[in-house]
Every structure is written in structure tokens, then in C-alpha cells.
């Protein structure tokens, strides 16, 4: 499988060269050359796999066997989910139903894929401990017979989570070195912790005055100063990364599968989709996790519908409802990004979106001429047209065929603070509404749980499915049962756990405390190694205004690494 950029320039890259690139030189995200087109009877047959068997099955489709042997491949991916402290991975939970007695029954049928078992706690570990197995194996296989060592610097920006999986991720690497930005105060406390508290050597925190977006700009700046790139050998590990994409697809197919199993389809069912409706909310930022979803629908996997689930930075959520993909602009001094109680979707533009968009410029394109290559050429002009028009005049609208084919398997919601918060409240305060009800049988199947604790992310996918069950597209008929979603479960409560306790302990409804409601503890909802980070030696380099930040960055990364890299080429000096 070979790989091209979103904008056209770069046409033929190996899997190695697209992962350890990350953006292309033109601005662009890599994209196989095509989508590899899984027939159901064979999706079937993955349907009893354990994570990492399944995991390998889908990535071999993108990784040819000249790159990875499949001994190589196999192992990787199993030392990559074997940090997860579940066998499973990224095991499924029902949700308790609070709507009972509002009438709505597919409110029955709302899941939590809980994405936040490994190290970090958040789902970005999924992508990052395979990206940093990637790495190490690549440069391990490159310095194996050479003289002098080749190593690798890479560059990333955070609102939060990805920071923590990537340092996780690459910890103790031999030959990387890892510079993370983050924006100074913007992420929680516990992230802050979790990612300065790292001491490893290769790993390098930056706190950056600003927003994440600065970082990020910051971070593309670097990338596109093409001397600085190829000195210090740059490489990216933000979502923008091809093999992160590529890592979430597997638990679309192994969910799926999941809520398969729990209600029990006939065997060697040939046809799920005429089965059941399984669709997914997704709690959106960068539009990285659920463009993995994508990728699962174009293999074949029958995934009924994706929800893009926003907080109220909310430009994906506008596209769907408009075609129009817009900045926010700042008004009387008011930051374009607002601060939401979710903040790792704190973003003004998601950088994934870009490969969708490609996707529905050459299916459209498609419709009219067979020329695979003509399609694909128009596809990038469209992005580099559409990426001009957002940098220089905030925004673009895509033609109507586009945007009504966007809305063939995705819809959105946005999710305000207030509701959020509401719904955390409702789903832990709902097992104190229960404690007069009789108690009803369940025949056989798994008791739902009484209570769960979700995290604000989790909790803005969570509402949006709710809001959105009621509206599905496809009307329901009798042979086709009701509709079962996945809510993305993308972080530990822990992780937030300002806002969650917030929302447990102060919006207590007046019934919980005469049942026997206790205000819950930090300890009560966060995992044990989040616990233990408190009091730990801490080590991060600062970056403030005034002055150029991005020449204090490349600064930072001379001082630290700069010896590695000797700004002439070797064979001069
Ligand atoms: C990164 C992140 C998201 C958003 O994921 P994208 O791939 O950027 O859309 C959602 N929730 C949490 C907890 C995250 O860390």
C-alpha cells in the first residue's frame, strides 16, 4: 500500500515514510492510495478475535508485507495493547437507561466503548503506544546496519490528552527525542501532572503562553521550515498522523462485534446491517476518532450512522448543518476558542477534516468520470482551493453535492456546557430514583448498571446520541430492530475531575441525599496511578510572550538536542 498527500504534491510514499512525515510538505495529510475494500463474509469471520488479532487483520490491509512481516506486524500490535489493563482492550459497557419512562425505547440501547484502559487514561493511548512501538521498530531496522545512528525528533501540540499519550508512548525510545507544547494553564491539573512528571530524558514538556492553537501553529510552522525539519529529522505524532487514524479503526470492528454478541445474531449472519442498526457517537475535536470510523465504513464494516459529537466550538457541528466550514472569528477581544468543560475538543479548526473532505471531493468527482487519477488531481485542487480560502478569508462553502453526500452517514450535535454537566448529573444521580423500584428480571442478559460516572467528553457524545435517537434518519421497520449506539468513551473521569465532581456533588437532585447520596472524592473516581501522580518531581521549559515564539521553540529544541543533529550534513564536517 502506498500513500499520497491531500494536496496533490507528494504521490508515492511507503507506509514508513507517511508515518514518520505526518504532515506533507505541502501542507497536506497522507491517505492511502485506496481504501481496501473488506467483504462482509470475511468481516465475519474476524467477529470472534481477540483485540490484537483483530487489530492486526485491519492494519495489514494498509501496511504491506514488504514493510512489516506479518511475525513483525503481529507482535508490535500485541506489545502495543498488552499495556491496556484489560484484556479486552476496550471493553463495552450498557448504560443505564435514565429516560425510562420517557417513552424513548431506544434509549435502551445506548453503549459506552471505553476507550481510557491504557497508561494515560485516555483513548488517544489506543493510536500512541502502537505509534511509538512503529517508531522504535522503523529506526531499530534502519540502525541495524549502519555506522552512525539515525534518530528522530518529534513535535507535537496538546490541548490535554495527546501530550500524555505521546510522552507514554515514546518514554524511553531509543533514538527519539519528544517535544510536547502545551498551552500554559489551558490543560487540567491532572494532565499537566501526568506529563511533566515524565523524567525520562528523551522527553521534553514545553508550556506555551497561549492557546492550543497556537501551539499548533506553531508546531506547523516548524514543520513547514523545511531546513529545521530535515536537520533535526522531524516527525509529528498529533492526530494528523496516518498511523493513529489507522490504530482506531480496530475498536469500530471489535465494538461492533461486541454489541453483536450481546444481543445475539444468528450465526453466520450474512447480512448485519439488515440485522441491526449499530451507530456511534463521537466526541469530536480534530476529527481524528471518528474519521477512524469512516475508514471502518469504506472497509465495509455496516456502521449505520457516525455522530460528530462538539462541544461549543462547534465548526463541524455548523459544516453539517450549512456545507460551510468556517473560523470562528474573535469579537471585541473575545477569543475565537472558548473554554469548555471538555477541553481536549477545545479547537477553531479540525486538522482531520481535511481528509474527509478529499474523500467526498472524489467520490463526487467520481460520479461523473472513471478516471481515477483526473478524480483525484480535482480532489486535491479542491483542498489546496478550500485551504487557501480558510486561511485568508476564515472559511469555505463546499458545492451542495458534496455536502448533501457528507450527510448520507453523518450528522451532528452540539453539545453545550449546561448539558454536559446535566448529563453527568444524570447518570450517576439515576441509581437514587431506582432504589424504590422494584427490582425488574432480566432474563439471562448482563444487569445494566445502576450508575455510571462519565467523563465531560464522553458526556457531550453521550447527549448528542440521546438527542439524536429520537430523530434517526431511517425510519425503523419491523425487520430491522432498533437502533444500538456506541458512545466513544474517550477519557477517565479522573482525568476531569473538576468537572465531574462538580456536577455529582453540587448538582445533587433533592432525592439522592435521602437515599444515602455521599458527596464523592477525587479518590472515588479516578484510577489509582492518576491518585499517586500528587507530589511527584515535575520537569517543564517555558515559552512567554512578548517575543518570537517560535524562534524561542527552535531555540529550546537546539539547546536540548542540538548536538544530535549537526547543522551540516556529516560528511562535511
Ligand atoms: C482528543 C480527544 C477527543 C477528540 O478526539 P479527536 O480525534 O481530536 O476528534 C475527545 N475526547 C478526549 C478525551 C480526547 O482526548
Given at each position: 500500500m502506498r500513500y499520497r498527500s491531500t494536496r496533490g504534491t507528494s504521490t508515492d510514499?511507503?507506509?514508513?515514510?507517511?508515518?514518520?512525515?505526518?504532515?506533507?510538505?505541502?501542507?497536506?495529510?497522507?491517505?492511502?492510495?485506496?481504501?481496501?475494500?473488506?467483504?462482509?463474509?470475511?468481516?465475519?469471520?474476524?467477529?470472534?478475535?481477540?483485540?490484537?488479532?483483530?487489530?492486526?487483520?485491519?492494519?495489514?490491509?494498509?501496511?504491506?508485507?514488504?514493510?512489516?512481516?506479518?511475525?513483525?506486524?503481529?507482535?508490535?500490535?500485541?506489545?502495543?495493547?498488552?499495556?491496556?489493563?484489560?484484556?479486552?482492550?476496550?471493553?463495552?459497557?450498557?448504560?443505564?437507561?435514565?429516560?425510562?419512562?420517557?417513552?424513548?425505547?431506544?434509549?435502551?440501547?445506548?453503549y459506552v466503548l471505553e476507550l481510557f484502559h491504557g497508561p494515560t487514561f485516555a483513548f488517544k493511548d489506543v493510536a500512541l503506544q502502537f505509534l511509538g512501538n512503529l517508531f522504535e521498530f522503523f529506526l531499530e531496522r534502519r540502525n541495524r546496519n549502519s555506522a552512525t545512528k539515525f534518530g528522530i525528533t518529534v513535535l507535537g501540540a496538546t490541548s490535554g490528552d495527546t501530550g500524555g499519550a505521546a510522552i507514554y508512548g515514546l518514554r524511553g525510545k531509543k533514538n527519539v527525542d519528544v517535544f510536547i507544547l502545551h498551552p500554559e494553564g489551558r490543560i487540567s491539573p491532572v494532565q499537566e501532572q501526568q506529563m511533566t512528571?515524565?523524567?525520562?530524558?528523551?522527553?521534553?514538556?514545553?508550556?506555551?503562553?497561549?492557546?492550543?492553537?497556537?501551539?499548533?501553529?506553531?508546531?506547523?510552522?516548524?514543520?513547514?521550515?523545511?531546513?529545521?525539519?530535515?536537520?533535526?529529522?522531524?516527525?509529528?505524532?498529533?492526530?494528523?498522523?496516518?498511523?493513529?487514524?489507522?490504530?482506531?479503526?480496530?475498536?469500530?470492528?471489535?465494538?461492533?462485534?461486541?454489541?453483536?454478541?450481546?444481543?445475539?445474531?444468528?450465526?453466520?449472519?450474512?447480512?448485519?446491517?439488515?440485522?441491526?442498526?449499530?451507530?456511534?457517537?463521537?466526541?469530536?475535536?480534530?476529527?481524528?476518532?471518528?474519521?477512524?470510523?469512516?475508514?471502518?465504513?469504506?472497509?465495509?464494516?455496516?456502521?449505520?450512522?457516525?455522530?460528530?459529537?462538539?462541544?461549543?466550538?462547534?465548526?463541524?457541528?455548523?459544516?453539517?448543518?450549512?456545507?460551510?466550514?468556517?473560523?470562528?472569528?474573535?469579537?471585541?477581544?473575545?477569543?475565537?476558542?472558548?473554554?469548555?468543560?471538555?477541553?481536549?475538543?477545545?479547537?477553531?479548526?479540525?486538522?482531520?477534516?481535511?481528509r474527509l473532505l478529499w474523500y467526498l471531493s472524489i467520490e463526487d468527482r467520481r460520479s461523473t468520470n472513471s478516471d481515477a487519477d483526473v478524480c483525484a488531481k480535482h480532489a486535491s485542487a479542491n483542498m489546496v482551493q478550500w485551504m487557501r480560502e480558510l486561511r485568508d478569508k476564515g472559511g469555505f462553502t463546499v458545492p451542495e453535492t458534496i455536502f448533501n453526500s457528507s450527510k448520507g452517514l453523518f450528522t451532528s450535535f452540539c453539545t453545550s456546557d449546561a448539558l454536559t454537566s446535566d448529563a453527568i448529573t444524570r447518570y450517576y444521580h439515576h441509581q437514587y430514583t431506582l432504589l424504590h423500584e422494584a427490582p425488574k428480571p432480566y432474563h439471562g442478559a448482563e444487569r445494566p448498571a445502576l450508575a455510571y460516572v462519565l467523563d465531560p467528553h464522553t458526556a457531550v457524545g453521550v447527549v448528542a446520541a440521546e438527542q439524536l435517537v429520537a430523530t434517526s434518519t431511517t425510519p425503523t421497520t419491523s425487520s430491522i430492530k432498533s437502533t444500538h449506539t456506541i458512545c466513544l468513551a474517550t477519557a477517565s473521569p479522573g482525568k476531569f475531575p473538576e468537572a465531574v465532581l462538580k456536577a455529582i456533588n453540587e448538582n445533587a437532585p433533592a432525592l439522592s441525599p435521602q437515599r444515602g447520596f455521599k458527596p464523592l472524592t477525587y479518590a472515588d473516581i479516578a484510577p489509582r496511578e492518576l491518585v499517586a501522580l500528587e507530589g511527584l518531581p515535575k520537569r517543564c521549559l517555558h515559552i512567554q510572550s512578548p517575543g518570537d515564539k517560535l524562534d524561542a521553540l527552535f531555540a529550546v529544541i537546539e539547546d536540548n538536542v542540538g548536538a544530535q543533529f549537526p547543522a551540516k550534513p556529516l560528511s562535511k564536517l
Open positions: 510514499l511507503s507506509f514508513e515514510e507517511a508515518v514518520f512525515e505526518g504532515l506533507a510538505p505541502d501542507g497536506g495529510l497522507y491517505i492511502p492510495h485506496s481504501i481496501p475494500q473488506t467483504p462482509l463474509s470475511e468481516i465475519h469471520q474476524w467477529s470472534n478475535l481477540s483485540f490484537p488479532q483483530l487489530a492486526t487483520k485491519i492494519f495489514r490491509k494498509f501496511i504491506s508485507h514488504e514493510e512489516i512481516s506479518d511475525a513483525d506486524l503481529a507482535d508490535i500490535v500485541t506489545r502495543s495493547f498488552g499495556t491496556f489493563s484489560t484484556p479486552e482492550v476496550t471493553p463495552l459497557k450498557k448504560l443505564p437507561n435514565v429516560a425510562v419512562g420517557n417513552g424513548n425505547g431506544d434509549l435502551e440501547n445506548l512528571s515524565v523524567l525520562d530524558r528523551n522527553v521534553h514538556n514545553v508550556a506555551i503562553e497561549g492557546t492550543f492553537d497556537d501551539c499548533q501553529v506553531m508546531v506547523k510552522a516548524a514543520f513547514s521550515d523545511q531546513k529545521f525539519r530535515r536537520r533535526f529529522h522531524l516527525a509529528a505524532v498529533n492526530s494528523i498522523n496516518w498511523a493513529r487514524i489507522l490504530a482506531q479503526t480496530s475498536y469500530y470492528f471489535y465494538s461492533y462485534f461486541a454489541v453483536l454478541r450481546r444481543i445475539g445474531t444468528p450465526s453466520g449472519a450474512s447480512s448485519y446491517a439488515a440485522l441491526t442498526k449499530i451507530q456511534y457517537s463521537v466526541p469530536t475535536g480534530n476529527f481524528g476518532d471518528v474519521l477512524a470510523g469512516y475508514y471502518a465504513v469504506r472497509m465495509g464494516l455496516p456502521i449505520d450512522r457516525l455522530i460528530v459529537a462538539t462541544n461549543e466550538n462547534d465548526i463541524l457541528h455548523r459544516f453539517f448543518q450549512s456545507g460551510r466550514y468556517e473560523k470562528k472569528q474573535s469579537r471585541n477581544g473575545s477569543e475565537p476558542v472558548k473554554q469548555t468543560l471538555s477541553p481536549a475538543m477545545d479547537i477553531l479548526v479540525s486538522s482531520n477534516f481535511e
